[in-house]
């Protein structure tokens, strides 16, 4: 599938004229669209932006991202205060510990994954190295990072 193109204002205006224009020659507007290389719904919507743009809506033309402005669901800054303090404790060694506790702390679910990326976040989260007991590095994992 090839990625979405982008037009300018400038490109809708001239394209939705050049379909008018068409049109009027005896086109349908499927016909029109298909010349110019729209979709006909492409063609209706930027026709209905040009119109408000006329009107006097100066950004009726620019693009606007479909994404919505925030998440549906966002860690509240008390929760996040609590899972970092569970972390702080010293009393869980992993992050699915630490979830569990803050499930039943919270009254409500919350993933691992949410659990880690606050403690990346907080900057209690990350590598961590395994030594033997001659302090030579075993190997580097993920995990809490304990702070002395």
Known sequence: MA???RFSSTAKQRNVEE????????QSIRQACR???IHPNQ??????????????DSAALEAKSKRPK???????DEDAQIIINLARSGAYRSAHAITQEAKVILGRPITTGTVIKILIESGDYGIVEVKDKDGKVIKRKKGLIKIT
């Not at 379909?19 to 005896?26: A, D, E, F, H, Q």
């Not at 209905?48 to 006097?56: I, M, S, T, W």
């Not at 925030?70 to 509240?76: D, I």
């Open 70 to 76: 925030s998440l549906a669901r966002k860690t509240s």
């Open 43 to 56: 063609f209706h919507r930027w026709k209905d932006q040009l119109e408000a743009y006329r009107k006097g």
């Open 3 to 5: 990625p979405p193109r």
């Open 19 to 26: 379909i008018n224009r068409l049109i009027r020659s005896g």
């Open 35 to 37: 010349g110019v290389g």
